[in-house]
């Protein structure tokens, strides 16, 4: 009589231990979820990837820098070369792109770059060192691109993809140096005008000037070196208008003392700086005048000290690999009546202005403005076009991380970013027709880069219900 009773007993334990078990199962699962949406900085490594590519024109292609030039180009001195580096944290993935040009591509030329590259990387950034030895660029082009430019969107594509196939853990690091290799070209005088100091071969101290040294040096996990970019802020015009064969100018110099230091192993990487009103001490040295060995002096120079630099750094895997960049545009207006200012550029630069520069109709003008955030330490904040030098150390002491770098001339053109005082002072690249953006501008970029860093490191609050908690 009492099997029954037994047998239901039974039952329920083990009907209770079934439960008890599948809840339990259900809570690790959900754990194992949870852990899987949280995607803990544990769980990731961060990732790069280097490439490199000869982007030379042909000879009888106009060239870039100087309204003075007597023909095209008749030749190549140093290679011109379009350099890759990809970082990847998780699923974000940021390709930089270095230029030996004097100016990034146009905005068509661009956006097919980005179009053909969206499957291979998050966002990609384009900078040009800005050497006045190169081929001309412009926004548009009445008769089609350029077959050499299209030739050399087409090699950058391909490198982006082939350096997205063979990603590696990779460390990183910051170091800083110091070296001056250039002057500060507008002379405040005593009855405060300002003249312009092109070259300064005696090297009389010049204010303001920045000879810090920023380098960038990533490694592979085993400890390799894949890149060392080197940041500093200086006109690459030591050759002038009388050479009429494509370089790098004296950043080839420097590339080539840093890669054979390590021995050939790293893609040394030149982003350029704030350099609006910085000139090298060797400017438009004449040929006749060895200008080759000024510009392989100068780039030695800053070589033997991102050398220095990049030796004494030990990247590190970092705790929390991470990757974010924000692209937003500051709309600005124009500094002058457009019309006018068409005229100016003819009347200064000649025919080939409205070529050679942007042409404006309306009022307004969008800057690109980027910043990137590696692993919460490293800030990377661009502007697109030419910013005097102040905006550099300003960026340095107002960002919210210690290591933060300002590059100039990526993603689109738009002329001199003079600062506020600068502008009131006058002289080129201050108030002159090449300037076409309204005073304050660089200002307004540099605002955008503190505050967006701020926003990616969370130290702002998402919505008013925030304020309350």
Same mark, same amino acid.
């Given at each position: #009589?009492?099997?029954?009773?037994? +047998?239901?007993?039974?039952?329920?334990?083990?009907?209770?231990?079934?439960?008890?078990?599948?809840?339990?199962?259900?809570?690790? %699962?959900?754990?194992?979820?949870?852990?899987?949406?949280?995607?803990?900085? *544990?769980?990731?490594?961060?990732?790069?990837?280097?490439?490199?590519?000869?982007?030379?024109?042909?000879?009888?292609?106009?060239?870039?820098?100087?309204?003075?030039?007597?023909?095209? =180009?008749?030749?190549?001195?140093?290679?011109?070369?379009?350099?890759?580096?990809?970082?990847?944290?998780?699923?974000?993935?940021? !390709?930089?792109?270095?230029?030996?040009?004097?100016?990034?591509?146009?905005?068509?030329?661009?956006?097919?770059?980005?179009?053909?590259?969206?499957?291979?990387?998050?966002?990609?950034?384009?900078?040009?060192? +800005?050497? +006045?030895?190169? @081929?001309?660029?412009?926004?548009? $082009?009445?008769?089609?691109?350029?077959? *050499?430019?299209?030739?050399?969107?087409?090699?950058? =594509?391909? =490198?982006? !993809?082939?350096?997205?196939?063979?990603? %590696?853990? !990779?460390?990183?690091?910051?170091? $800083?140096?110091?070296?001056?290799?250039?002057?500060?070209?507008?002379?405040?005088?005593?009855?405060?005008?300002?003249?312009?100091?092109?070259?300064?071969?005696?090297?009389? @101290?010049?204010?303001?000037?920045?000879?810090?040294?920023?380098?960038?040096?990533?490694?592979?996990?085993?400890?390799?070196?894949?890149?060392?970019?080197?940041?500093?802020?200086?006109?690459?015009?030591?050759?002038?208008?009388?050479?009429?064969?494509?370089? &790098?100018?004296?950043?080839?110099?420097?590339?080539?003392?840093?890669?054979?230091?390590?021995?050939?192993?790293?893609?040394?990487?030149?982003?350029?700086?704030?350099?609006?009103?910085?000139?090298?001490?060797?400017?438009?040295?004449?040929?006749?005048?060895?200008?080759?060995? #000024?510009?392989?002096?100068?780039?030695?120079?800053?070589?033997?000290?991102?050398?220095?630099?990049?030796?004494?750094?030990? @990247?590190?895997?970092?705790?929390?690999?991470?990757?974010?960049?924000?692209?937003?545009?500051?709309?600005?207006?124009?500094?002058?009546?457009?019309?006018?200012?068409?005229?100016?550029?003819?009347?200064?630069?000649?025919?080939?202005?409205?070529?050679?520069?942007?042409?404006?109709?309306?009022?307004?003008?969008?800057?690109?403005?980027?910043?990137?955030?590696?692993?919460? /330490?490293?800030?990377?904040?661009?502007?697109?076009?030419?910013?005097?030098?102040?905006?550099?150390? &300003?960026?340095?002491?107002?960002?919210?991380?210690?290591?933060?770098?300002?590059?100039?001339?990526?993603?689109?053109?738009?002329?001199?970013?003079?600062?506020?005082?600068?502008?009131?002072?006058?002289? $080129?690249? &201050?108030?002159?027709?090449?300037? *076409?953006?309204?005073?304050?501008?660089?200002?307004?970029?540099?605002?955008?880069?503190?505050?967006?860093?701020? /926003?990616?490191?969370?130290?702002?609050?998402?919505?008013?219900?925030?304020?309350? /908690?």
């Amino acid at each position: #009589m009492c099997r029954p009773v037994h +047998h239901a007993v039974g039952q329920d334990f083990l009907a209770a231990f079934r439960d008890r078990h599948a809840a339990v199962v259900m809570a690790c %699962l959900a754990f194992c979820f949870a852990l899987l949406l949280s995607a803990p900085a *544990w769980c990731e490594v961060l990732k790069a990837a280097v490439a490199k590519v000869d982007i030379t024109p042909p000879p009888g292609i106009p060239m870039w820098g100087y309204s003075n030039r007597k023909g095209p =180009a008749t030749g190549t001195l140093d290679p011109l070369y379009a350099r890759v580096l990809l970082l990847e944290a998780g699923r974000t993935r940021v !390709a930089l792109v270095t230029v030996d040009l004097g100016r990034p591509f146009g905005p068509a030329s661009l956006n097919w770059l980005r179009q053909e590259t969206h499957k291979q990387v998050s966002y990609l950034v384009v900078t040009a060192s +800005h050497t +006045h030895s190169g @081929p001309t660029i412009a926004d548009e $082009y009445p008769h089609g691109t350029p077959a *050499w430019e299209t030739a050399a969107l087409t090699k950058i =594509a391909k =490198a982006v !993809a082939e350096a997205s196939s063979r990603l %590696l853990e !990779a460390r990183i690091g910051v170091g $800083y140096g110091f070296t001056l290799i250039g002057h500060n070209r507008l002379r405040v005088n005593a009855d405060g005008s300002v003249s312009w100091f092109e070259r300064n071969l005696t090297q009389v @101290p010049t204010a303001p000037v920045d000879g810090t040294v920023s380098v960038l040096r990533v490694d592979s996990a085993a400890g390799e070196p894949l890149a060392i970019l080197v940041n500093y802020a200086c006109h690459p015009v030591v050759f002038g208008s009388d050479n009429l064969q494509y370089s &790098a100018d004296y950043p080839a110099a420097m590339a080539k003392t840093v890669e054979e230091a390590f021995g050939g192993k790293p893609i040394c990487f030149f982003l350029q700086g704030a350099p609006g009103d910085i000139n090298p001490y060797f400017a438009v040295t004449p040929l006749e005048e060895d200008a080759v060995a #000024m510009r392989d002096r100068t780039g030695q120079m800053l070589g033997r000290e991102a050398t220095r630099i990049a030796k004494g750094i030990q @990247p590190q895997m970092g705790n929390e690999p991470d990757l974010r960049f924000s692209e937003e545009p500051v709309s600005v207006h124009m500094r002058w009546d457009a019309r006018k200012w068409q005229e100016a550029m003819i009347a200064v630069f000649g025919p080939a202005a409205s070529q050679t520069f942007p042409s404006r109709t309306g009022d307004t003008i969008e800057l690109p403005v980027t910043t990137i955030l590696i692993n919460r /330490k490293i800030a990377i904040l661009t502007m697109p076009g030419e910013p005097f030098l102040e905006y550099q150390i &300003a960026w340095r002491e107002r960002c919210p991380v210690h290591d933060a770098l300002l590059v100039g001339y990526a993603n689109a053109y738009d002329g001199y970013f003079p600062t506020i005082s600068a502008a009131s002072r006058g002289g $080129y690249g &201050a108030n002159n027709p090449a300037t *076409w953006v309204e005073i304050g501008a660089g200002d307004r970029m540099v605002d955008s880069g503190v505050i967006n860093i701020n /926003k990616m490191l969370g130290r702002y609050p998402e919505g008013p219900e925030d304020l309350l /908690k």
